[in-house]
């Protein structure tokens, strides 16, 4: 749902850097409270969260950096940092330390019960505020100079919808963590693209295909051993991009290629069509035969088109002679002003 | 508030803009008497947007004032509308040509509220104005670039301000959308409005505008087109010997 905005803003690989600009915060949050209490590792994943986001908006907005640079720069910078604890921890003479590399590969079955409230809470509460700032928020992601002139904070908006994907991101680490967060975030929306033309159906559309690959992952993960749920929750997020960018109506491939064929079909049929129309015109009886023959030095003659206009019955052949009827001398006519006026 | 400064729809004073430790607008005056039909010029980089856009608050200069009629830009926003470079967006975001005209309404909303029947029957209005009133529930993406740039124009229009701000509304339209432009901008001024224009075409520039602005980091000259749009400005702007090549 969030990731729709994420994708809309072009910001698609900010959810990466996020994701892995956490890590340190969940080792260092560790090494502080020494517990795996997930409230605090959250906290600290939240916090170093925020700062690499920030830090990577203020990086794009004070330098001349691309904003590729500046989010690989920060993404690798906070992950190596993590690792580097994480690491560290593993040679602590802790106890404690076994289950912190979930945060990498995730790991759902250890979800608890007041896990799975928080993420009800925090689901709830973004679209609460999705509801609240609906306008505010389509606005900046469409035109956030135009926003700024209408007299709307756009930096309050920037923050708000960052902290939220932040908080989206972080919380989302414990079930198929650092590395495949990304695309638990991205997957959703880019597939809810290809189907809708409205920002609101996309959004609802998201989340409709967040919660299927939650539910259908785990379930297929379940029902087979030896499969860990987050990756599996990937790929089935992952099989919905798939099947959208290729049947969805309008944007999808299948149907992209299908339209072509038949513009082209009837582009041909149009304009072998218009070539009969000019010759008919200059004769009185408009039904008058012609030989086929005059026909191949036009563009757009083939023996198909010929026989296709036949079946719609616009012309008539009659051995080595064609005649247009009078639907089809109609429908050429209608046809040919049609395109002068588009040429206009 | 000072009487000088109320006299005029705009007036900037030391504006002063730097990328960096490159200054872009260096110390610019200017005073934009109410109800000119005004063309920004000068060449590529000679801070025309930036000049748009900080008089706007979208860039923040180093130093310089703005006032509409007198007062600060931020008690007087409600008068004035924006219309952004048609390349500064992206049009393939999902919505439809009346949801981005309705955009313009919300300035006037505020926070939190919705537009509602009102607010629609303003923005199809504008559409209307536009001649885009059958293209109301088409895709922006479907629109050909003259038609983008006449939504963005029927947006800011829905705003009923008095003062229009245009990022080269020209740019990538073709002869008939353009010719429709001016005509829209012509009645703008009939009624009073001061329309400022960042524009590229100078050949255009006696027939289209009544009041010109020569940039290039500096301000070069500003006033009525007939006194000043000659071959000394524009040479002194572009740098190179311009010669004028329509009649006047």
Request: no cysteine; net charge positive; aromatic share 10%.
């Amino acid at each position: 749902m969030l990731g729709s905005f994420a994708v809309l803003r072009k910001q698609s690989l900010l959810g990466d850097a996020i994701s892995h600009a956490a890590l340190p915060g969940i080792a260092i949050a560790f090494l502080i409270t020494e517990t795996k209490s997930p409230v605090a590792l959250l906290l600290g994943a939240l916090i170093s969260g925020l700062l690499g986001t920030f830090w990577i908006k203020g990086m794009i907005s004070k330098t001349h950096l691309k904003s590729d640079t500046a989010l690989g720069l920060v993404l690798s910078l906070f992950f190596g940092v993590g690792m580097l604890l994480l690491t560290y921890i593993q040679k602590q003479p802790n106890a404690n330390q076994a289950g912190l590399d979930k945060y990498l590969f995730g790991q759902a079955a250890t979800l608890l019960v007041a896990d799975v409230w928080l993420l009800s809470g925090v689901a709830l509460l973004s679209v609460l505020v999705l509801l609240f700032f609906w306008k505010e928020l389509k606005l900046l992601l469409f035109d956030a100079d135009y926003t700024k002139t209408l007299g709307f904070n756009v930096r309050f908006l920037d923050v708000l919808i960052t902290s939220f994907i932040v908080l989206a991101i972080v919380l989302g680490l414990q079930t198929v963590g650092v590395v495949l967060m990304s695309a638990m975030l991205l997957a959703p929306a880019a597939a809810a693209r290809q189907w809708t033309n409205s920002l609101g159906i996309m959004v609802v559309l998201a989340a409709i295909f967040g919660a299927f690959s939650g539910v259908f992952g785990t379930a297929i993960s379940a029902s087979t051993s030896g499969l860990s749920t987050g990756p599996v929750i990937v790929l089935v997020a992952s099989f919905f991009v798939l099947i959208s960018f290729v049947f969805s109506p309008e944007r999808g491939i299948l149907f992209k290629q299908i339209r072509k064929y038949k513009n082209r079909k009837a582009l041909k049929l149009f304009k072998t069509l218009s070539v009969m129309y000019e010759i008919a015109q200059t004769h009185e009886d408009i039904s008058r035969p012609h030989a086929i023959k005059i026909l191949n030095n036009f563009l757009g003659y083939s023996v198909n088109t010929l026989k296709e206009l036949e079946d719609q019955e616009l012309i008539k052949i009659n051995g080595q002679m064609w005649s247009m009827t009078t639907e089809g001398y109609q429908k050429a006519a209608q046809l040919f002003n049609q395109n002068m006026d588009s040429n206009e | 508030m000072d009487k000088d400064s109320q006299k005029y729809a705009i007036k900037v004073d030391d504006l002063t803009v730097a990328y960096n430790y490159k200054p872009v607008l260096w110390d610019i005056d200017l005073a934009i008497p109410e109800g000119v039909l005004m063309a920004i010029v000068g060449p590529n980089g000679a801070g025309k947007s930036t000049l748009i856009k900080s008089i706007l608050g979208i860039i923040k200069p180093i130093a310089g004032k703005v006032t509409v009629f007198g007062k600060s830009y931020k008690q007087q926003r409600s008068l004035v509308a924006y219309v952004p470079q048609k390349g500064s967006v992206d049009w393939d975001f999902p919505t439809t040509a009346l949801d981005v005209v309705l955009m313009g309404t919300y300035g006037s909303l505020g926070w939190i509220k919705r537009p509602g029947q009102v607010q629609k029957k303003q923005a199809l209005e504008a559409l209307e104005k536009v001649g885009m009133l059958s293209f109301k529930s088409r895709q922006i993406s479907q629109l050909s670039g003259g038609q983008q740039q006449r939504v963005f124009l029927a947006r800011a229009l829905v705003q009923n301000a008095a003062i229009y701000f245009m990022d080269e509304p020209f740019q990538g339209v073709d002869a008939t959308t353009e010719i429709a432009i001016i005509n829209l901008l012509k009645e703008l001024r009939k009624a009073g409005k001061t329309v400022i224009v960042v524009h590229h075409d100078l050949q255009t520039v006696p027939e289209y505008f009544d009041w010109v602005t020569f940039l290039n980091v500096k301000k070069i000259a500003t006033g009525p087109v007939k006194e000043i749009f000659n071959d000394d400005n524009l040479t002194k702007t572009y740098g190179i010997n311009y010669k004028v090549s329509v009649q006047k």
